[in-house]
């Protein structure tokens, strides 16, 4: 990844609808041991004029929990699917999440968790993939 730079909360758009309450326990335990200069910035994509996170939205809401307006970001340099983050942006403005911020109090034991979030996307990727192999053959 690359240099990191600072980013208000409330500008960063998720592409999650929820938090693991066992991921951000782990997270937590950073802040009770002083630890927190540790975690990882959180990776932010420009995707259709909007800075989106594509991981670290627990990070993000645990900083916010603890009293923080900002935190530490990096470009993300990795080539993923984009089409799939598109569709989990749309969710999470169809849930009215448009800022980090808007994920407190939206935390889920981790096995609904699996359920709620992580099945939904497998879901989602599953269908995505269907239908570029079918656009693949028709070409």
């Known amino acids: ?20 309450r066992t991921k951000m326990s782990a997270v937590l335990k950073h802040f009770k041991s002083s630890t927190e200069n540790f975690l990882e910035p959180i990776p932010i994509k420009k995707l259709d004029g909007e800075l989106v996170s594509t991981d670290g ?3 993000g809401v645990v900083w916010h929990l603890e009293g923080h307006m900002e935190v530490e970001c990096v470009w993300e ?12 942006v749309d969710w999470c403005k169809e849930a009215g999440i448009t ?20 099945d939904r996307c497998r879901i989602m990727q599953e269908a995505l993939a269907a239908r570029k192999r079918s656009l693949r053959k028709k070409q």
Request: glycine share 2%; aromatic share 12%; hydrophobic share 40%.
């Open 1 to 20: 990844m690359n240099d990191s730079f600072q980013l208000k909360l409330d500008e960063i758009q998720p592409s999650q609808l929820y938090i693991s």
């Open 57 to 59: 939205h627990t990070r």
């Open 77 to 88: 340099d990795l080539e993923m699917d984009w089409d799939a983050y598109r569709i989990c």
């Open 99 to 118: 800022s980090i911020i808007d994920l407190n109090g939206r935390f889920l034991d981790h096995a609904d968790y699996e359920v709620l979030w992580l």
